[in-house]
């Protein structure tokens, strides 16, 4: 028995001393080294796009996942200029850092802490809450052309792409080649609210919004826009389109929406898109939990 406990010792002792050289015979640089070289890797790379870099972020708690666009361009000195809608230019500081893996973070405000602000400063964003974004990525991969990011603490989905030389001066266009219906809309329309559960009677007139955005989701050519005057509550329109015929092919409620009313009492009474116009046109109905009917009607017109 001693003898078997004295040959499993020293058969571990020289196992670790084979593992404990493994760097210097594998590799020919320590893990630290290889670590530092690709943070001085990204660095170049992120620093080096004449143009900058768009930033797509997916936070992970929204209903149908919102992608918001931002632009930045990283300079040598720990210094980043972002951009968002139509905001003017913003200088803030970032780090590269090595950890599990490598790390770019945000550390100073810039337009991506807007996404976690609780007074909503962009669509899709709860009062009182905001979005739980991140501001520290992990690096999962990076190219010349693209990184891909994991937000550290709240899962968010990010990438960045090389970007254009137009697309500085256009940030608030920055999705609509994934997204055409993507943008800025001036809208006209009404909310009538009924005293009883049917059309009928003398209705209450709401207004609405005079602007909503159509903010990207991570469902291809989809966009959400919130819904009549219920901004900042979750109450969202889901409207998919179809590029190759430039039509609206599905409007759909968010839960959110349709876990507020009676159930199964949201219509889509009609829809389209106008090409020559830019232009949206959405009417609805509903029955809110107090068994009021509303009727909501609104035309968005891309600014």
Known sequence: MKKTLIYTLLALAGLSAC?????????????????DAVLQDYQAKLSGAPNGWKLAIAPADTNYRY????WNRFGNNNRVISRYQAQPALESS????????????????TYLHDLSNPVPQVPGALTGKGLSADFEFEI????????????????????????????SANSATLATSLYPLAGTYAVKGRALFYPG?????????????????????TIPNTVGVEFSNQSGN???????????????????????LTNSITAGSFKVLDYSYDASLKQIFLKTSYINTAGAYRDVEETLTLK
């Open 19 to 35: 593992n404990k050289g493994l760097d210097d015979t594998v590799f020919d640089k320590t893990s630290d080294a290889r670590l």
């Open 67 to 70: 992608v918001y666009f931002f």
């Open 94 to 109: 970032f780090r590269l850092k090595a950890m599990q893996r490598p790390e770019l973070i945000f550390d100073t405000y």
């Open 140 to 167: 999962l991969s990076g190219t010349a052309d693209s990184f891909v990011l994991k937000g550290k603490y709240n899962g968010s989905d990010a990438k960045l792409y090389k970007a254009s030389p137009t697309d």
């Open 197 to 217: 559960g049917t059309p009928t009677g003398t209705p209450t007139t709401v207004a609405i919004p005079a602007e909503k955005r159509a903010v990207p989701l």
């Open 234 to 256: 979750g109450w969202l329109y889901r409207i998919t389109f179809d590029p190759a015929t430039s039509k609206i092919t599905s409007v759909v409620p968010s839960p959110t």
